[in-house]
């Protein structure tokens, strides 16, 4: 399973999900959309952070922890 998190600099919400994907063990790659534009193009967010789970865009914001044990 290939985890993303969209995230842009001094985002307080993407801290806050990469807190939860750590205390749920969850191995995540980090995507800066500022340096990497082309994330938005296939995953429009409008709001920091995007989770992109297996290539699709699952949830936007901070999702709550049950929603994220559904996946893992």
């Not at 995230?7 to 790659?29: A, H, M, R």
């Not at 980090?30 to 297996?54: C, H, Q, S």
């Amino acid at each position: 399973m290939k985890v993303q998190v969209l995230t842009t600099p001094g985002c307080s919400n993407c801290i806050v999900l990469e807190k939860i994907l750590d205390q749920l063990g969850i191995k995540y790659d980090l995507i800066d959309v500022t340096e990497k534009p082309e994330y938005l193009e296939k995953y429009p967010i409008f709001t920091a952070p995007g989770l992109v789970i297996d290539g699709k865009l699952e949830f936007t914001g901070i999702p709550k922890k049950e929603d994220l044990k559904k996946f893992f």
